[in-house]
């Protein structure tokens, strides 16, 4: 049963996590690098956060760009965000200055919160892009004295120079700034909470606004339905792992942990062997992966050297699980791998039942706040059960645009008998029971190493070279990251000397390194439609086709 002290249409992104702090005070909140955060260190640490940002004109509703990898400072600095009315803006902290040069001024952010090994590009895109500050960190700041400078020593930590002035500012002297007083008013269904960024159908990456109540109404979803009494409230162990700047981390973070009084052992990188050492070190008891995390974990030599027995509920998202990676999982580790599907768009959407054996390419049932229909994408009219057809989904709570972007929202938002709903890219068929089985993706969408990236925003970089007149971008199989991207290009009929390497190179430049091909094709032309539209489809169906010759 759902916890309805707080009716959600007055929840809060971090109202659950001010009730743990009074309940469980003392309870380790995050145990980051060996140092443990308590509910009410952590509490006042975002407080203090949140007065400081006030204090340097941050106001209700300016965004600030969060651009850190998984540390305690990301914890700290998104609730002290939410806390101080302003809108939390996470990305990617391997993206390029190119990148979110495009994101700082989509999105209106006057701020920054960065760490010193990615300082470089803020201060390249600082005065172009309009910032005010710059808030910039170390991985390892909020650590005692004894181990910053232990990992000095022996080099272990990464560092990157900064001149500070009036504004560019270091994180620990935010720290030291009274606590925020008065709570800010914030209305859950009015005023945003975040814009995530997402892949674009025309090249630029696309800005998903979420207010308080999209995000806390699958947040409760998972707490209380999907985890419920399996989770032990004030005594369980979560491992995260995944990027929290991705939706699913982040919903799951707040879900198991911050919503329930528990504790995160939060990884700053997915190495293997210290999530094996983590996972039997703290009995942790909850994971959340994508499919190329569990098969790293099978294939590590030393694996037969960790107690992994305290594992109970694992889950993979990102990508279907292949099936013979499940098997291997459940007869090493003995508990099955939970499915969990969603977008930035739509949040969390589906979750395996725990204590049911997902079947083969389920990818789970609709959460409570979720409404699926599964459709032809032609007629827009809903498919018979077992039939493959495109998946929309639909929320009363979630945001139904992206920011400043009406062309990409009449492409993904349609109207199907007069309810607006999020057009997912995924095909998909439906069980009687309503169980969801994964079919195939857009050929748009390429899954690599549990990202969703844009086959057109690739294209688009492409294209940008000078000699560069078309490009095609496909996603090819692998069993290790999902799919590898591989671009197919047209190049000017007087383009001299110009290789694969150099395109790569010049990709690199422009994108995080995820998105980047791994190897290139020259074609003399790519297929089209009468209308001049890139038949992305045709051509990786003729790669598929190759494959299996290939293999044959």
Known sequence: ????????????????FDKMSEKY?????????????????????????AGA???????????????????????????GIQKAGAVLVPVSPIY????????????????????DTNFGYVKEVFEPAGLNHAIVTNMVDLLPAWKRIVGVLFDKIPHGKVLYDDKVVSFKSMLKAPPLTEA???????????ILYTGGTTG??????????????????????????????????????????HIMALGLFMALVLNKGNMAVLMPQPQVDAILVSIQRYKVRWLLGVPALYRMILENDRLDQYDLSSLTYCFCGGDVLPAKVHKRFKERCGVPIYQVYGSTEAGHVTYSKIG???????????LESRECIVVDPVTLECVEDGESGELFVSSEHSLKEYYERPDETERTYVKVNDKLYCRMGDYVSCKPDGELVY?????????????RVSASEIEATLQDHPTVINACVIGVPDEKVGERIKAIVVLKDDAKGVGGVELIKFCRERLASYKVPGYVEFRDMLPRSKVGKLLRREVRDDEKRKIAKETK
Not at 96 to 115: F, L, Q
Request: glycine share 8%.
């Open 1 to 16: 049963m759902v916890n309805n002290i707080i009716p959600l249409e007055k929840e809060l992104s971090f109202t659950r």
């Open 25 to 49: 005070p003392d309870n380790t909140a995050v145990l980051y690098l060996g140092e443990r955060f308590s509910y009410k260190r952590l509490k006042n640490l975002s407080e203090r956060f």
């Open 53 to 79: 940002l006030i204090n340097m004109g941050v106001q209700k509703g300016d965004k600030v760009l969060l651009y850190i990898p998984n540390c305690i400072q990301w914890v700290i600095a998104f609730l």
């Open 96 to 115: 390029t200055s190119h990148e979110i040069t495009y994101m700082i001024k989509n999105s209106g952010a006057k701020t920054v919160i960065c760490s």
């Open 184 to 194: 800010i008013p914030i209305d859950p269904v009015e005023d945003l909470s975040y």
């Open 204 to 245: 630029f990456p696309k800005g998903v606004p979420g207010n308080h109540i999209g995000s806390t109404s699958y947040i409760n979803d998972v707490t209380f339905h999907v985890a419920g009494d399996h989770l032990k409230e004030g005594n369980d162990v979560y491992i995260a792992i995944n990027p929290l700047f």
């Open 356 to 366: 049911t054996e997902p079947a083969s390419g389920s990818i789970g049932y609709p």
């Open 439 to 451: 079919m195939e993706r857009s050929a748009d969408i390429i899954k690599h190493k549990g990202y």
